[in-house]
């Protein structure tokens, strides 16, 4: 079992920064990978950014390419993600994400979502 802890989430003005956190506790070496998704009202829950615990190989959807960055610290077992250049249309629920495989097995754990507002 994984446990997710997230943090920093909150209103911001359009073109402001907020900086996520998700602290990670449990079973936490079987990791392959880790990463953000948001869910906006009405609409699906999609990743926005991930990175691999291997190599830390980064991914993020197009839409927030350029403006945000997802990164870790092993030795606080805690993700990030730096977000600039803050738009509207980013408000969402965020949700920390770690992914893990075992066996052959997929497992998935969420953390409790933390609020982003971004008024215009």
């Known amino acids: 079992q994984v446990r997710l802890v997230e943090s920093g989430g909150g209103l911001v003005q359009a073109g402001g920064s907020l900086r996520l956190s998700c602290v990670a506790s449990?079973?936490?070496?079987?990791?392959?990978?880790q990463g953000w998704y948001r869910q906006a009202p009405g609409k699906q829950r999609e990743l926005v950014a991930s990175i691999t615990t291997s190599s830390g190989t980064t991914n993020y959807v197009d839409s927030v390419k350029g403006r945000f960055t997802i990164s870790r610290d092993n030795a606080k077992n805690t993700l990030y993600l730096q977000m600039n250049s803050l738009k509207p249309e980013d408000t969402a629920v965020y949700h920390c994400n770690a992914h893990s495989r075992i066996l052959g097995i997929d497992y998935n754990y969420w953390g409790q979502g933390t609020q982003v507002t971004v008024s215009s």
């Open positions: 449990g079973s936490i070496f079987n990791l392959k990978d």
